[in-house]
């Protein structure tokens, strides 16, 4: 069970590492105080000042991107900060208290769609890169969509056929990758403009903190058989991701989505099963 919630572990934390960086600070200030007051009885106050001007700066600082965060607007732009500075401080913190390390990237990972979400601007369709890892494909596929993803045969078996639907409706390019380093060329090849990036928490981070400053919303895949194997994906927060870069109209005004009417076609088909069972029973 999630301690805290979504963004908020990672807040949590990060409160928590300013909080420290203040006992560090009044520590430095305590202990060089003798040696300011021998060279001007006023120095150790200036100091003191000055060393309370920063760090009412950082606290000032980490509101704003928790403001940002939540109103997901965009007060203030510091994900560099975030990324670079707040989350391995957050980690640090997190591992004192003994807090496992997928439920802090969970939580970055949240802050992290947040803050994109509170800044990103439109961004076309061919430069919209959709990332997936190669654990979504059917472990027992024989095709390489890893080298093609037109390679799949469309035969249900996972959900990469749903994506390459999906991909082609909105008219972005889509990449499976089998690990970071392949993703990260993938990246570095296609040079998008924001990229929805589909994987497991750890992946999830490091992608974010390498692609930076890129901006990635990150979606976390289901592992019902355990890691690394026949993984799966809520299409709608993909779907509704891409939406988002992409600006486009709410789902009802422009006839659904691409996972809405994947559930429509599914149940049409149990229908049409259910007329049939019964035409054959009468
Ligand atoms: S949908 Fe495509 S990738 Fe998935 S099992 Fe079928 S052919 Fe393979």
Known sequence: MRILKGKNLFILLSFLGVVFLGIVLLGCWYLVTPRLMEIGPQLPVIAGIAILGFYLGIVSLLSLIVLSAYLEKDLISAKKVTVRILFPLATVIGRF?????????????????????????????????????????????????????????????????????MCDRYGIRMSI???????????????????????????????IQDSYPIPVIGVLNERPYGPCRNTRVDLTLVENAIRFFLKTQSPDSIGGGVAARRSQQREK??????????HSGS
């Open 177 to 207: 990758a089998t690990g970071g380093t392949l993703a990260r060329r993938v990246i570095v090849e296609t040079r998008p403009n924001a990229i929805v990036a589909v994987a497991c928490e750890r992946d999830l981070t490091s992608g």
């Open 269 to 278: 088909q149990w229908q049409a099963s259910q007329h049939v069972k019964s």
């Open 97 to 165: 208290l003994r807090i496992p390390q997928d439920e802090i990237r969970a939580s970055f990972i949240e802050m992290n769609n947040s803050l994109v979400k509170s800044s990103a601007k439109l961004i076309p369709g061919d430069r919209l890169l959709l990332l997936l890892p190669h654990c979504l494909q059917n472990f027992n596929c024989p095709h390489r969509v890893t080298a093609e993803v037109r390679n799949c045969r469309h035969c249900g078996g996972c959900e990469i056929a749903d994506l390459i639907d």
